[in-house]
């Protein structure tokens, strides 16, 4: 497995465990839109995204490790150009927004300082 993005949590909004409670994580880098504060895990990317996600892939916060089930067609991009992407943990079959990934893994509570790290299968 190799490394294709790093990043560290740099903060968590303050109504974003109501939405780990719901099994969906919000990632959005700095500089984090206004509006989306509240709700996200702010973090700060040390790289560029090696490539486009695909499903079986590995995404990690902390110690919390999760696979990659299916992805929406613009998740990797919006990765790639906003550090943004979307969470759902154990989705099932929910329909999945364009930006989003549905992944399979323990109930998320990231915190701040975490590493966040996507391996490639």
């Known amino acids: ?7 560290t949590v740099t903060s968590i909004g303050a109504d974003a465990p109501s939405m780990f409670e ?3 994580v919000i990632l959005f880098a700095e500089p984090v839109p206004p ?11 040390s790289g560029e995204l090696a490539r486009d996600i695909q499903a079986g892939d590995t ?13 929406g067609d613009v998740a990797s991009n919006n990765l790639r150009e906003l550090g943004h992407v979307v969470l759902y943990v154990d989705a099932g079959d929910q329909k999945l ?7 399979d893994g323990p109930s998320p509570a990231p915190q701040s300082g975490a590493r966040i790290t996507v391996r490639g299968a």
Do not use: F, N
Not at 35 to 45: F, Q, Y
């Open 1 to 7: 497995m190799s490394d294709l993005y790093t990043s």
């Open 22 to 24: 719901a099994g969906v």
């Open 35 to 45: 509006a989306l504060a509240d709700v996200s895990v702010v973090h700060s990317p």
């Open 59 to 71: 995404i990690s916060i902390g110690v919390a490790e999760y696979t990659v089930v299916r992805l």
């Open 97 to 103: 927004l364009p930006g989003a990934i549905h992944v």
